[in-house]
């Protein structure tokens, strides 16, 4: 039996390149497959296989002094959801421009927002009420299918435009509410919940375990809608049997949650598109301009 495992740990990495030469050796040597980022603030990494084997990487993983407390996260899934194992070192194990900015210590991201559990943010909402705001700390096109009911969802294309948009002002009437940042697994969070904290907004929360375990404990009947964006073949996943459809086709604007790649190879965006329109290839393009270039012979 096969299954995903998600994780990410901020602690100090002296040698972040021989972290990431001992991690590819051994999920090599257990035939796993994923992504893994190494820089001196810690571990991120998403990693397919079967179960036997992911045991025996948390086991070994956990050996690191640093990692012996990981949370590791299962999701359906398997190896084959990944085309390759990819281990990298990077600046930063989520690329905010931050990598100056952040601290972190044995304890993790220092100065980041209170970690809630799921039951802890139904009951922020139930006591406070409309006062929460819920701020989305992915990028934009992952929430056009799945966000938490009412939430502010930022301009952001990628993370790299987040201190840019906080900085911008135009979020300045939240700094005296409670804020509760939320993200796919929790990691861009733990970064964006700091940042948002040392730029004067004063209660700053994070979903502990992030959406993969707010949707665990309360699938699509409670405060979360829609469907969760993942970063694997599997590009999407819904909580339950009963999931709202919130996505709108870019093209005929019906309900969707369906994203392809565009049909320009070189291009790096994805297309929300329904299954009818999905049929005619000419609307398997990102932008006008994708499809202008592919018929003007460039790589398709």
């Given at each position: 039996m096969q299954k995903i495992l998600l994780y990410y740990k901020f602690t100090p990495i002296v040698d972040p390149v021989t972290v990431k030469l001992w991690q590819k050796t051994l999920c090599d040597g257990l035939n796993l497959r994923g992504r893994i980022l190494v820089s001196k603030h810690g571990l991120n990494g998403t990693v397919g296989g079967e179960m036997a084997d992911l045991k025996k990487y948390i086991k070994s993983t956990k050996e690191f002094a640093g990692f012996k407390d990981i949370v590791f996260k299962w999701s359906d899934g398997g190896r084959e959801d990944f085309p390759r194992m990819s281990v990298k070192s990077r600046d930063e194990i989520v690329a905010f421009k931050a990598g100056e900015e952040l601290r972190v210590d044995e304890n993790g991201v220092v100065g980041g927002g209170k970690h809630l559990k799921p039951a802890e943010v139904n009951k922020l909402v139930a006591e406070r009420g409309n006062e929460v705001a819920f701020f989305d700390g992915r990028n934009a096109h992952e929430a056009a299918i799945g966000?938490?009911?009412?939430?502010?969802?930022?301009?952001?294309?990628?993370?790299?435009?987040?201190?840019?948009?906080?900085?911008?002002?135009?979020?300045?009437?939240?700094?005296?509410?409670?804020?509760?940042?939320?993200?796919?697994?929790?990691?861009?969070?733990?970064?964006?919940?700091?940042?948002?904290?040392?730029?004067g907004f004063k209660e700053v929360y994070q979903i502990d375990g992030g959406i993969v375990k707010y949707g665990e404990a309360y699938g699509d009947d409670g405060l979360w809608e829609g469907s969760l964006r993942v970063f694997d073949n599997r590009m999407t996943i819904d909580f339950s049997d009963h999931t709202k459809t919130i996505g709108v086709c870019s093209h005929c604007q019906g309900p969707t949650n369906n994203y392809e790649n565009c049909a320009?190879?070189?291009?790096?965006?994805?297309?929300?598109?329904?299954?009818?329109?999905?049929?005619?290839?000419?609307?398997?393009?990102?932008?006008?301009?994708?499809?202008?270039?592919?018929?003007?012979?460039?790589t398709v």
């Open positions: 966000k938490f009911k009412g939430a502010i969802v930022p301009n952001t294309h990628t993370s790299r435009d987040f201190i840019d948009e906080i900085e911008s002002g135009k979020y300045d009437d939240l700094k005296d509410k409670p804020i509760v940042t939320y993200c796919t697994g929790g990691i861009r969070c733990e970064i964006l919940s700091a940042l948002m904290t040392s730029r320009l190879s070189n291009c790096n965006d994805l297309v929300l598109i329904c299954l009818n329109c999905k049929q005619n290839p000419d609307l398997l393009f990102h932008t006008d301009d994708c499809r202008r270039r592919a018929k003007l012979g460039a």
